[in-house]
């Protein structure tokens, strides 16, 4: 039996490399920016200071903090690769791009620049459903791993915004979270749709836009603000199936931008799709943000309704695309399967 199940595994990881092999070959830049777009206006929403330093880790790191990487620069070729990190400043002007940028990557901890007000995750293989014990254990624990670092970096009131494969939110792995909820609050949470970035038909798994903000010298794990907690989060099972989702999702079911749905492989494993044809989440995402940065962005003093305030732009309407090569969705008529209150 051993000998048997280790020549699935094999099979499993062979499965899990040409599906990572075609999530890193894609080009998913212009969805990137995309999310850029929407993190640097969440971030002004929640008061981050202009002045502050921004680090940015994994796929398209450079895009992520306001700039182009040259042409086949730091393009990692397996999700064992260390992460390309870039580092910017916040931008002058809201919400983007970025006006000081290293010309090139650097390694993590090449040169301290103290603390960071602003720091975006994006993890390889987010968008890819790993099917063996060998790719998916690395998948969590590194995440982990750089919300730790991400966390320890960041600093007093400053963000960490992941972009990280729906298992991250999906396990129950109680240890990282009361680790996190140590120093930092949960603040919320979307849920994007399967082939959001990459139209590939092995990158189909929906991942998640989480935030988390450092606690500062006044904040409290005891006292923390509403809708915090997540720090520690716990998983129900979806209706139709056997996979566990997080149960952040049940009172905050406009976060999840598609219809969510358990299908079952070619392997018999099943997994979660969240359809969205229609590629609506790219004008539902802006609101469910901005939901969140107003529950948790500080009280400010009233201002004269005179002017107009430079920095605090309007996000800026997106007409919802349609993706060549993107699986149809069910029926509109599809029953729901994520549990309700």
Do not use: K
Request: net charge negative; charged share 20%; hydrophobic share 40%.
């Amino acid at each position: 039996m051993s000998g048997w199940l280790d020549r699935h595994e094999e099979q499993l990881v062979a499965d899990d490399q040409l599906a990572i092999a075609a999530h890193l070959d894609a080009d998913a830049s212009t969805g990137h920016q995309f999310l850029a777009r929407q993190i640097w206006h969440t971030a002004q929403a929640l008061d981050v200071p202009a002045s502050g330093h921004v680090l940015a880790t994994g796929l398209d790191a450079a895009v992520l903090v306001g700039t182009s990487a040259p042409a086949g620069h730091g393009r990692t070729r397996n999700m064992w690769d260390a992460p390309h990190t870039w580092r910017a400043m916040t931008p002058p002007r809201w919400p983007y791009p970025a006006f000081t940028v290293d010309p090139a990557p650097e390694p993590a901890g090449a040169r301290a620049r103290g603390l960071f007000a602003v720091q975006v995750i994006s993890q390889v293989g987010l968008d890819v459903h790993a099917r063996s014990m060998t790719a998916w254990n690395y998948q969590q624990r590194r995440f982990h791993e750089q919300l730790a670092g991400g966390l320890t970096s960041a600093a007093p009131g400053g963000l960490v915004v992941a972009l990280a494969n729906h298992t991250i939110l999906d396990t129950p792995r109680r240890e990282p979270w009361e680790q996190a909820s140590q120093v930092a609050d949960f603040l919320g949470a979307a849920r994007l749709p399967s082939h959001a970035l990459r139209t590939d038909a092995r990158c189909d798994a929906p991942f998640d836009l989480m935030i988390f903000r450092r606690h500062t010298d006044h904040m409290s794990v005891q006292a923390p603000g509403p809708g915090t907690e997540l720090v520690v989060p716990a998983t129900v099972l979806m209706q139709g199936g056997n996979l566990p989702v997080n149960e952040y999702y049940q009172p905050h079911r406009d976060h999840v931008l598609g219809l969510p749905i358990v299908r079952t492989d070619r392997w018999d494993m099943e997994h979660l799709t969240v359809v969205d044809s229609d590629q609506a989440w790219l004008t539902r995402l802006p609101g469910v943000l901005d939901q969140i940065a107003q529950a948790h962005a500080p009280a400010a003093p009233a201002r004269a309704t005179t002017g107009v305030d430079a920095q605090r732009t309007p996000r800026r309407a997106i007409r919802a695309r349609s993706q060549a090569g993107v699986e149809a969705g069910p029926p509109a008529q599809a029953t729901d399967p994520v549990p309700r209150l």
